[in-house]
């Protein structure tokens, strides 16, 4: 592919405006997505406080880590909802931007008169994107809704922690960062029927659905069997040897999908014996031998290093990982290699590391992204750049306290 021209190609959506209505975590992961990919997205932040993660600690110099994490590349502007002339301020914003997206809970936009009837009357190829908890039906609708309550409610709680053991959260808040995912996949079949169509539509985004959807195998898995999955700490309820073995300095991850990388870690154990050994020489063979399996390769592991045994594992190409900690993995070769940490410039802590958009264009350079801006940072540019009002108008917005 030939290198796109623009030297600062901003990705496939520039172009595309967003308004975000969203705050805390699965809202702004969701526009985060389509800053990555060169939309320009527009955060309404209301006075004073701005989006609540603006107060979670730690700071530095005040600023949230929490804040800074989901808002990259994204614009700030700051107006009163409880105002009319706040609300028709924004209701101008949304008469020229592509999509929309909002997390509070269902009907608070429509209390606003900011709801997707009342916004879609006024920009009819407006595509409004509603991220909750429950989504906008069922029971459970007009309930609040936090991470651990949908790994809870989705299953996945349940199938996760040691066997035996209690059941614990996922490290990663992945019940709200699920809306960051399928927000953005709806927003984007909905870019591609608007451009057949002409029209945009309502999204409705249900974290819990979300959840469920990742279950994956585990729920095929009790549906075949009638039984709830149980959980296996860091190992798979069907595939063995798979998940963490002792080490001399600490432990190594391995996995082992097929009969072929079986093949592979038994030559890597210096145990050629054990390839086609009556007691291990199928899938369901060494699931149902999984103690015994585990123990032969711990006997080997630990009485190795961890760098050793990623040394003879690499040479065989067996399936292994040693477990990094987060420091460790944002500088690891290939994240550097993938650019995945950079630096930017914030307005108020100066150059600071952020992570790097997940998704590539080869053949075409993206710019770093804009630091997460300061509360309000662009309120004045957006107003003239978008709707475009003068110094006295935006002044007297200003004096009457409907912007900040």
């Known amino acids: 592919m030939q290198e796109t021209d623009a030297a600062n190609w901003a990705g496939p959506l520039a172009g595309v405006r967003v308004l975000d209505f969203t705050r805390v975590l ?36 005040g600023e949230s880590h929490y804040y800074l994490s989901v808002n990259r590349g994204k614009k700030s502007i700051v107006v009163d909802l ?18 929309l997206i909002e997390n509070y809970r269902p009907g608070v936009m429509d209390k606003f008169g900011l709801g997707y009837d009342a916004l879609s009357a006024l920009n009819p190829r ?43 959260k996922l490290g990663i808040p992945l019940g709200d960062l699920v809306g960051g995912i399928n927000g953005p996949i709806g927003i984007l079949a909905a870019l591609h029927e608007r451009s057949v169509t002409g029209r945009g539509r309502l999204i409705d985004v249900s974290l819990l659905d979300g959840m469920m959807g990742m279950l994956g195998y585990l729920a095929q898995l009790a549906f075949f069997t009638g039984e709830d999955p149980k959980a296996q700490g860091s190992q798979h309820p069907n595939l063995v040897p798979y998940g963490s073995f002792p080490a001399k300095d600490g432990s190594i991850i391995v996995a082992c999908l097929t009969n072929s990388f079986w093949t592979r870690i038994c030559q890597a154990l210096g145990m050629p014996e054990r390839i086609d050994d009556v007691l291990f020489n199928t899938i369901e063979k060494r699931r149902d031998k999984r103690a015994l399996v585990n123990e032969l390769i711990s006997e080997f592991t630990r009485q190795k290093t961890v760098a050793e045994l990623v040394a003879l594992f690499t040479e065989f190409q067996v399936p292994h990982a040693p477990i990094l ?23 108020t802590l100066g150059k600071i590391p952020i992570v790097n958009r997940p998704i590539k264009f080869p053949g075409a350079k993206q710019p770093v992204p804009t630091a997460p801006p300061v509360m309000g940072q662009h309120t004045d540019d957006i107003l003239v750049d978008v709707l475009g009002l003068s110094g006295d108008q935006i002044a007297a917005l200003r004096r009457a306290k409907v912007i900040a």
């Open 325 to 347: 900690g987060i420091t460790e993995a944002l500088a690891q070769p290939q994240a550097v290699e993938r650019e995945m940490v950079v630096e930017t410039e914030h307005q």
């Open 26 to 61: 699965a809202g702004p992961s969701a526009a985060l997505a389509l800053a990555d990919l060169g939309a320009e997205v527009f955060k309404i932040e209301p006075p004073e406080t701005g989006d609540e993660t603006r107060s979670f600690p730690p700071f530095r110099d």
């Open 82 to 99: 409880k105002t009319e002339a706040g609300v028709s301020l924004v209701r101008d914003l949304a008469s020229k931007c592509d999509v």
């Open 126 to 168: 407006l595509i409004y994107c509603a991220i909750s908890g429950f989504g906008m039906t069922g029971p459970l609708k007009d309930l609040p809704s936090f991470d651990i309550v949908l790994q809870a409610l989705s299953g996945a709680m349940s199938v996760n922690g040691e066997p035996g053991g209690m059941p614990t």
